[in-house]
């Protein structure tokens, strides 16, 4: 008669067991697991939810920047920075034409590297890096000057347009200068073509004139 290993009866009903309970343990972890996802996805709709429109677009405007940057290496400017950098330029530029103007009365010549490099660094700094605030600098324009308005935001607003005025006319200006050099080259080579076709005539000419001399030779 086969003879009934008790130790082992007892090892595997002891194996069976804890089979069982890292089973129940394991089923357990991932129920939790499962649970924490879920617990976090829902706190995630309900920060979202409670969150305004301008929080998710800040939020959303971060990653943007950070991912361009990480990828590309390239900062992009935010809204309040190219308004800020339109009204440097746009200070800078007026208050250069109006002092070039007044001075032009006189007789004399406007010293533009002493303005834009001396002058107004001094008083406003750099105009991508003023030293002012936008609006304390687009209110002293509008103090200045009656074409921009006192409200701080439209005194801005005529600013960014004056600029991009400016802008557009040196393009087109630029655009004229470019057409008027192409003018020129095309003006300059049909001059060439007909001096190499009055060159051609005459050698044209030439030609006749010697075979009418070797016929004469030949009568």
Request: hydrophobic letters at 30%.
């Amino acid at each position: 008669m086969a003879t009934i290993n008790r130790s082992n009866i007892q090892n595997n009903g002891t194996n069976t067991t804890n089979g069982k309970a890292n089973s129940t343990r394991t089923n357990g972890n991932g129920a939790i697991a499962r649970a924490a996802r879920l617990q976090a996805k829902t706190e995630s709709r309900r920060t979202t939810s409670s969150q305004t429109l301008e929080e998710r677009a800040a939020e959303l405007l971060e990653e943007v920047r950070n991912a361009i940057y990480k990828s590309f290496k390239v900062k992009l400017q935010t809204r309040d920075k190219r308004i800020a950098i339109k009204v440097g330029h746009a200070t800078k530029e007026k208050l250069g034409l109006d002092i070039a103007a007044q001075i032009r009365k006189s007789g004399k010549q406007m010293n533009w590297d002493k303005w834009n490099n001396q002058v107004f660094p001094k008083l406003f700094g750099r105009p991508d890096a003023l030293d002012h605030d936008v609006e304390v600098v687009a209110l002293c324009m509008a103090m200045l000057y009656d074409v921009f308005e006192l409200d701080v935001n439209q005194a801005i607003k005529g600013l960014v347009e004056f600029n991009q005025e400016s802008l557009k006319k040196r393009n087109d200006y630029k655009k004229e200068s470019e057409t008027d050099d192409e003018d020129d080259d095309e003006d300059e080579e049909e001059l060439l073509d007909l001096e190499n076709e009055d060159e051609s005539e005459d050698s044209d000419l030439t030609e006749d004139e010697d075979e009418d001399d070797e016929d004469d030779e030949l009568e």
